[in-house]
């Protein structure tokens, strides 16, 4: 009998693509190829179905976590969608804690995947405030915190898909690889999987610059680092304004007919940056999730 998949089996896998336009003919003329890789194409439209699958089932494989349990996390958004579809599958039941600032699309995105969302208020310190809160519930016995910013099951859900088929769709020649920073699960595992297979290849993160604000990644104070970041996983970091993002988000719908999030338009820009200094360079840039979900924002109107 032919066998077909679940929807869990189809995140990862996500197309390659090759900028025809916004790179422009001094790249091409340097023989600069820069590829988006299309993580909105993942079931729940972003990255973070990436690390969501991998952190539900590492730790239920562990015995950590079973089917009807409670799980809560602060989450900006994409991480909390992923978790709520994974949760919905293997039946969990999942609490989600964010900054009432958030897109409306996001929070009802949770709720149709069945998760109950807890709005903290945004005067009272965004992120910080939704991750403290996590914690304390946690304390409180209300459920298990699966804690992305600390967890090793995020970067190693790219450790061991996303850095592969970028080596794999490559084949091999990826020189430079560039992803906007929140939790850094991305850049942390794609880059140790990247520089095992060659050590040369350069890896940039994306930040937004002082006073940004760009959904799903921060320049974390000091005291929030997240645990898993290593900065020596990181060769150079490229500061992003929120307007130049943005901008970037139109001209690469516009433009590419690649319709993205304002983070996935961040790390192109960095990677434009990078590649004005370089040539026969392979650039890989991930394109988180997608732009239907910043609609409400009015960023595209
Ligand atoms: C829109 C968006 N961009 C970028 C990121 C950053 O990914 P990572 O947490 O792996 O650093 C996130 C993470 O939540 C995100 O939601």
Not at 255 to 262: D, L, M, S, T, V
Request: hydrophobic letters at 40%; a negative charge.
């Amino acid at each position: 009998m032919k066998s077909y998949p679940t929807l869990e089996q189809t995140i990862g896998n996500t197309p390659l693509v090759r900028l025809q336009r916004i790179p422009g003919a001094a790249n091409a003329a340097r023989g600069n190829v820069i590829l988006g890789k299309l993580e909105g194409n993942n079931p729940a439209g972003s990255v973070k179905d990436r690390p969501a699958l991998s952190m539900i089932t590492r730790a239920e494989a562990r015995g950590e976590i079973k089917p009807g349990d409670t799980l809560i996390e602060a989450t900006s958004g994409n991480t909390g969608i992923g978790l709520a579809l994974v949760a919905a599958i293997r039946g969990y039941r999942m609490l989600l804690i964010m900054p009432d600032n958030l897109s409306l699309e996001r929070r009802a995105a949770m709720t149709a995947y069945g998760a109950e969302l807890i709005l903290t208020p945004a005067s009272e310190g965004g992120m910080e405030y939704a991750r403290d809160l996590a914690l304390k519930m946690q304390a409180e016995g209300k459920g298990k915190v699966l804690d992305q910013f600390a967890n090793p099951d995020n970067p190693l859900a790219h450790f061991e898909s996303t850095g592969p088929e970028i080596w794999r769709d490559t084949g091999g020649e990826v020189t430079h690889f560039v992803s906007a920073m929140g939790t850094t699960g991305t850049i942390m595992g794609v880059s140790r999987y990247l520089k095992s297979q060659n050590p040369a290849i350069q890896v940039v993160g994306a930040q937004p610059t002082e006073g940004s604000q760009i959904p799903g990644i921060r320049k974390w104070p000091e005291a929030y680092l997240p645990a898993i970041f290593d900065p020596a996983a990181v060769d150079r970091t490229e500061s992003v304004s929120q307007a130049d993002a943005e901008a970037m988000a139109r001209r690469l719908a516009a433009e590419e007919g690649i319709f993205a999030g304002i983070s996935s338009a961040g790390a192109l820009v960095a990677a434009l940056r990078v590649a004005e200094e370089l040539s026969n360079a392979t650039i890989v840039f991930i394109v988180c999730d997608r732009g239907d979900r910043y609609l409400s924002t009015g960023v595209f109107n």
